[in-house]
């Protein structure tokens, strides 16, 4: 009889534990559940700063003002004259200009194009990448903290950064494009065009036989390169003392490499010139370690010596 009491309690014994393990996985499960609630309403009310605020608004007024005067001094002018010369030019040689040759990401040779991307980590920088900064001057990061984990604060900043920051590039680029086919006709591209895109440059098939596939293509690496540059002026925000210094930054790299990279000869490598979809790269090694390195150097700066710096 002692010995069915003893196996009673230890059958019990064990039914409570599993109980209580049971009952600690569903109090955690709860306790992840929330934290991922958190996180999500984090950063949706900071995606939410950035897309609305007056900062968005005026690097797209910069981008949409360089890129649509590109269409009025260049695209206009061009589409105007295509019926006068095909009135005289009888040639079946002739291809008239289209909206792969005449957008402004093709367009190489012109003030505005270089300007644009030139200008490119500013305008990626100015939606949203100093609002870290600000945060902690004004005091409303702890006001954030008091609610949220500071893990959760930093993840929500970072990707509203990021995204603020392609978008600040793509819109630009979409509204050329977009207004480019109201003018030009979208003949597919014909090699004796005189493009600088060739069978060796990347995508280089693609280009000639889906041509917005191929742009589709250039358009997401520029919005990931630019989220990434905007990401950098993020992570110095960490150190600096001083808003401006924060939006320039990525800048005066930018413009350093360029500088240096054009002494030595190494166009290929310079984000001013591959980012540009009427460019034609040769590697798409280049594009991609660069894209990688920059994503590594920004993330683990700002997500992990971020986090475990003291902000107060």
């Known amino acids: 009889m002692a010995s069915f009491y003893v196996t009673l309690n230890l059958k019990v014994e064990i039914v409570l534990h599993i109980i209580s393990t049971l009952t600690f996985i569903n109090i955690e499960f709860k306790n992840r559940i929330k934290e991922g609630e958190i996180l999500k309403n984090l950063f949706k009310i900071e995606l939410k700063r950035a897309l609305k605020s007056k900062s968005m608004l005026f690097a797209l007024a910069i981008g949409s003002f360089i890129t649509i005067s590109y269409v009025i001094q260049f695209v206009i002018p061009a589409s105007m004259g295509i019926d006068e010369v095909l009135q005289y030019n009888k040639s079946k040689m002739y291809c008239p200009p289209t909206i792969f040759v005449g957008w402004i990401g093709n367009a190489g040779y012109s003030m505005h194009n270089f300007l644009f991307y030139m200008l490119l980590p500013i305008l990626a920088t100015i ?11 004004n005091g409303y990061i702890k006001n954030v903290l008091i609610r949220a984990k500071k893990r959760d604060y930093y993840i929500s900043k970072y990707l509203a950064t990021f995204i603020s920051g392609g978008l600040a590039i793509v819109i630009p680029l979409l509204i050329s494009l977009i207004i480019t086919a109201m003018f030009l006709p979208s003949y597919p591209p014909q090699a004796r065009e005189g493009y600088l895109i060739g069978a060796a ?3 280089g098939e693609l280009f ?4 917005f ?9 520029d919005f990931i390169f630019s989220g990434f540059l905007a990401t950098i002026a993020l992570s110095i925000s960490l150190v600096v003392e001083y808003r401006f210094m924060v939006i320039v930054a990525p800048f005066l790299i930018y413009l350093f490499l360029y500088s240096l990279l ?3 000869g190494l166009n290929n490598y310079e984000p001013l010139y591959f980012l540009q979809p009427g460019y034609g790269t040769c590697d798409y ?3 991609l370690y660069e894209t990688l390195f920059l994503g590594i150097i920004t993330s683990t700066t700002f997500l992990i010596s971020g986090v475990r710096e003291d902000i107060y």
Not at 127 to 137: E, N, V
Not at 208 to 211: A, L
Not at 213 to 221: A, F, K, R
């Open 201 to 203: 440059q990347m995508w």
């Open 208 to 211: 000639f036989i889906h041509p």
């Open 213 to 221: 596939i191929y742009i589709l293509g250039y358009l997401i690496i």
């Open 262 to 264: 054009s002494s030595l």
């Open 285 to 287: 090694r280049i594009i």
């Open 127 to 137: 939606p949203f990448a100093d609002s870290f900064f600000l945060d902690r001057k």
